[in-house]
């Protein structure tokens, strides 16, 4: 069984990595090669075969249930049920609908956006809704969170936005007897009547984790307890856990031996921890975490004897049967592995502590060291006060909050006053533990940013952590601290001096770039913000600066006041020192001591110049307004322009039409039909335009006209919507360029290209 679920495991990992699918086609030669194998009864690989062609077979699919490209922008009405608790944010709520009755050419699950609080929606609701459909594309930068990804795991196959006319219709409600989203609605909307209660409740209830605030998460995430705030496999077998110690007490006190106390405890956990999934909706990760469950439990049911490990593989292979597409979450890697390191520290111990809470230190201490090297590799970030934070942590939301929070629930339709008072002490409970966290988040060094480690990194230290975590009498195991060396300390790659990388980010429709020598950065704009918890800085500029190692910027310009170009200032200015702060919009900038950008201004670095080139004093506004940068070396030259238009190109052509030509330029304003004229163009003479612009943006960025002048002056360009965040090395007097959507490229990603 060990074997045949690693092979599978390995099967679909290398899955995973593929660009593209080969075609259906392909299944029929899988099936001819099978047949012999299933007569000479090599099961092992027969069921590894079988699982690659069932996971090639599912991936088709659920591409074959996505909006095509062609069809980004149909406006439809469309009949279905709200399928999700309904998520409110700043400017709108989301919901995923299920179409019903299935229409022709739509997908049937739609995440919907409604920018209006004109209508009530609830889950189990039927609607007649009016959208626009937009086929699933996030932005994709290195380092960064694959938002495509997401939306092809959780079966969305379109994101619609809400129209008002013709106006949404009820059609009426599901029968609450019998649709889970309705019960967890009813549910959701009885806590809401609890007035203060903390957002924590929601995400451990209902797996609704939007009413935390982001700087809840924050010190969550600095503290490394964040995988307690959500429904994980850990809180479902703590319930199942309980639940089964309960019922085998009391059935043996019940005198009733027909059926044995530990069949029906395992019948009765099983039974709660689907329960407890039921709450949070089914979500992937508490599904996975019921059929690891169901597994355990079954051999108790069935009075089968097995290995530890051996029950634990049978999970893994029944998990990546239902869903073969696991292996791509962050989440299935660190439970199973968490699970693993518990029996691998705990079974077979000689001189194995009696006393629960040693056994628990132990168990805490193993899994964090063990988890460390994975961690590092998706975070890229070493959190020193986790250790204390969760020894205190997880037995008050594992062993207080948690089965309270279950019995509150359970009562609070027949005992509705002592729900409200359970809840209400709860609160207290989770108030402090925040207190106590916030003051752990704040030491100084808690968490430790570093650049992405090599994966051979990993699997060393991964290694050295099981050398650490080996039985006693092992020798040398102190040697286990050495292989986790390169991952602690990795080798970050650095230029010769006069050579410089720009990276063009993708944040949509928006600008932010990022600049480094030899030994200094630079960002020029930060993206857009979409509300007070969410922006471009935070999700794309941060996590690729933490990528690549930065400690500190040396420079961050916002080359003026528009919301797609400085929303993301404040969140890197929270999480990254900056040695220096220009804008043309100092006044929007008071609290940061921002210096005004204007033309003369000029540094150098390792060798490389930057000279601000406009704008004049007082010469324009608004975009016009916009800093111009030029950048150059003898290695090459390039042009940062913000959203300048014609206005200030003429103006820039005027005074210093020498200084304007670099091999690569930055497309003014988006690509915007009112910029890039063709005195312009001419004068900087680029050998290469990037364009910054959103997917199918509302603006209609770049425009037509542009492009043809591109075309027609026989300028290369590449987009960010098309190819994602593009870097330019300037080396040995050339232009090396990499897109990070063909380099990173899956077979679920978007690919506007082609289509």
């Not at 909706?281 to 439990?297: D, E, K, N, W």
């Amino acid at each position: 069984m060990i074997v045949t679920a690693s092979g599978l495991l390995i099967a679909l990992v290398l899955i995973q990595q593929l660009a593209d699918l080969p075609e259906l086609s392909w299944l029929l030669l899988a099936v001819i090669l099978l047949l012999p194998i299933l007569w000479r009864r090599h099961w092992r690989l027969a069921v590894i075969i079988m699982g690659i062609m069932w996971a090639l077979s599912y991936a088709h699919l659920k591409l074959a249930d996505r909006l095509p490209n062609a069809l980004d922008g149909l406006e439809v009405s469309l009949t279905g049920v709200i399928d999700t608790l309904p998520v409110q944010q700043t400017r709108a709520e989301h919901f995923d609908f299920l179409v019903q009755p299935r229409v022709y050419g739509i997908p049937q699950k739609i995440r919907v956006y409604a920018y209006t609080h004109a209508f009530t929606f609830k889950a189990g609701q039927h609607w007649r809704l009016h959208v626009k459909l937009k086929t699933p594309h996030g932005t994709l930068n290195p380092h960064g969170f694959d938002y495509e990804q997401k939306l092809f795991h959780e079966g969305i196959g379109a994101i619609g936005s809400l129209r008002t006319s013709p106006a949404p219709v009820l059609l009426g409600q599901d029968n609450p007897f019998w649709t889970f989203a309705m019960w967890r609605q009813r549910l959701h909307d009885k806590l809401a009547t609890l007035t203060q209660l903390n957002g924590v409740f929601y995400a451990l209830i209902l797996g609704d984790g939007s009413r935390i605030s982001q700087a809840e998460w924050e010190v969550f995430r600095n503290t490394g307890t964040t995988h307690l705030m959500v429904i994980s496999g850990s809180h479902i077998s703590l319930i199942a856990g309980l639940v089964y110690f309960l019922s085998a007490k009391l059935w043996a006190y019940s005198g009733i031996l027909r059926w044995s106390p530990q069949r029906v405890a395992a019948l009765m956990s099983l039974l709660a921890g689907y329960s407890y999934a039921a709450l949070a909706g089914f979500s992937i990760p508490t599904l996975r975490a019921v059929i690891m469950l169901s597994v355990v439990l079954m051999a108790l049911i069935c009075q089968r004897h097995t290995q530890v490990f051996s029950t634990l593989a049978m999970a893994l292979l029944t998990v990546l049967i239902i869903d073969p597409f696991a292996v791509a979450s962050i989440g299935f890697w660190l439970s199973f592995l968490a699970v693993a390191l518990i029996i691998y520290t705990v079974t077979g111990r000689l001189g194995a502590s009696t006393h629960a809470w040693l056994t628990a230190l132990r168990i805490h201490w193993a899994t964090s060291l063990g988890l460390m090297p994975l961690l590092v590799y998706f975070f890229h970030s070493i959190t020193f006060t986790a250790l204390i934070a969760n020894v205190i942590a997880e037995p008050i939301i594992g062993v207080i909050v948690i089965p309270i929070t279950f019995f509150a629930v359970m009562v609070m339709g027949l005992l509705p006053d002592v729900s409200d008072y359970i809840f209400s002490l709860l609160n207290e409970v989770i108030d402090l533990l925040l207190l106590y966290l916030g003051y752990l988040a704040r030491l100084p060094y808690a968490t430790l940013n570093q650049a992405a480690p090599p994966f051979w990194s990993v699997l060393l230290a991964s290694l050295g952590c099981l050398l650490l975590l080996a039985p006693k009498g092992i020798p040398n195991r102190w040697t286990g601290a050495l292989l986790c060396l390169p991952l602690l300390f990795p080798r970050t790659t650095s230029q010769d001096k006069g050579r410089f990388t720009l990276t063009l980010l993708d944040v949509g429709q928006g600008l932010s770039i990022v600049v480094n020598t030899q030994s200094h950065w630079l960002v020029f704009d930060t993206g857009a913000k979409f509300s007070k918890d969410s922006d471009q800085g935070k999700s794309v500029v941060l996590p690729f600066l933490q990528g690549q190692g930065v400690q500190q910027l040396d420079a961050l310009i916002i080359s003026h006041g528009d919301n797609d170009h400085r929303g993301g200032l404040a969140s890197i200015l929270n999480s990254m020192p900056t040695q220096q702060l220009m804008t043309r919009s100092p006044t929007q900038l008071i609290p940061y001591r921002a210096t005004v950008c204007q033309t003369g201004q000029q540094w150098v670095w390792d060798d490389v110049s930057f000279t601000v080139l406009a704008p004049a004093w007082s010469n324009h506004t608004g975009n016009n307004n916009s800093c111009v940068l030029k950048i150059d070396s003898a290695e090459g030259s390039a042009l940062l322009t913000g959203d300048i238009e014609a206005e200030a190109e003429r103006s820039l052509i005027n005074q210093s039409p020498r200084q304007l030509r670099a091999q690569l330029l930055i497309a003014p304003h988006h690509g915007s039909k009112t910029s890039s004229t063709e005195d312009f163009l001419t004068t900087v003479a680029p050998n290469m335009i990037l364009i910054p612009a959103g997917f199918h943006n509302q603006f209609g960025h770049p425009h037509a006209h542009v492009i043809q002048r591109y075309q027609r002056l026989n300028i290369p360009y590449l987009n960010t919507a098309e190819q994602g965040a593009i870097s330019v090395e300037f080396n040995n007097k050339q232009m090396q360029l990499h897109a990070y959507r063909e380099i990173a490229r899956r077979y679920w990603h978007n690919n506007p290209i082609v289509q």
